[in-house]
T-cell receptor, first 115, second 117 residues
Framework: AQKVTQAQTEISVVEKEDVTLDCVYETRDTTYYLFWYKQPPSGELVFLIRRNSFDEQNEISGRYSWNFQKSTSSFNFTITASQVVDSAVYFCALTLNNAGNMLTFGGGTRLMVKP | GAVVSQHPSWVICKSGTSVKIECRSLDFQATTMFWYRQFPKQSLMLMATSNEGSKATYEQGVEKDKFLINHASLTLSTLTVTSAHPEDSSFYIC?????????????FGDGTRLSIL
């Protein structure tokens, strides 16, 4: 069975600070996909990134960056120069191979960015 | 981009009422759709996997007679909460995976807030 752990339930930062959201996963499969989703107060899930298990290259997209480390089974998410609009709940998730399997979500991290 | 529409977005109804939630993939076909449930300040928990043309696969602990799923076409899955009670109040989210080759990520609907009085 798969498991995704987001140890930080809530994080509060002041605007312009950098913040890293941790994600640790467990799976026995060698092929899997990792995701990050943002859930603002309105409730919809916004897809941020997908990374497959064979691609450990880190990715940067604007103020967002992701650090995938298979050695530690971690897929951490960093927001640089945080903004109030970044306030949301962020979920890390995992799915296996390409069979349309369901996503296993972490517990989520509530990020509050204060002005 | 791929869009998943969920309707209604908010439902308030009396205890004992049955409520139907629709999940539509607007610009792609989806042989598989997923239904998740999210309690306040909690994570998303998979309820069932909806397969077009066949019975849904329910996760352990989810009552199939309580949560009826129908996936009659490649673009529509419905979740019916039968005889809803206050404990069924929750945020229900569907997702759909495009039916095509390649590693398409799941696309989520905007969710349905169900409040049972």
């Amino acid at each position: 069975a798969q498991k995704v752990t987001q140890a930080q339930t809530e994080i509060s930062v002041v605007e312009k600070e950098d913040v890293t959201l941790d994600c640790v996963y467990e799976t026995r499969d060698t092929t899997y996909y990792l995701f990050w989703y943002k859930q603002p107060p309105s409730g919809e899930l916004v897809f941020l990134i997908r990374r497959n298990s064979f691609d450990e290259q880190n990715e940067i997209s604007g103020r967002y960056s992701w650090n995938f480390q298979k050695s530690t089974s971690s897929f951490n998410f960093t927001i640089t120069a945080s903004q109030v609009v970044d306030s949301a709940v962020y979920f890390c998730a995992l799915t296996l191979n390409n069979a349309g399997n369901m996503l296993t979500f972490g517990g989520g991290t509530r990020l509050m960015v204060k002005p | 981009g791929a869009v998943v529409s969920q309707h209604p977005s908010w439902v308030i109804c009396k205890s004992g009422t049955s409520v139907k939630i629709e999940c539509r993939s607007l610009d792609f076909q989806a042989t598989t759709m997923f239904w998740y449930r999210q309690f306040p300040k909690q994570s998303l928990m998979l309820m069932a996997t909806s397969n077009e043309g066949s019975k849904a696969t329910y996760e352990q602990g989810v009552e199939k007679d309580k949560f009826l799923i129908n996936h009659a076409s490649l673009t529509l899955s419905t979740l019916t909460v039968t005889s809803a009670h206050p404990e069924d109040s929750s945020f229900y989210i569907c997702s759909a995976r495009p039916y095509s080759r390649g590693n398409q990520p799941q696309h989520f609907g905007d969710g349905t807030r169900l409040s049972i009085l």
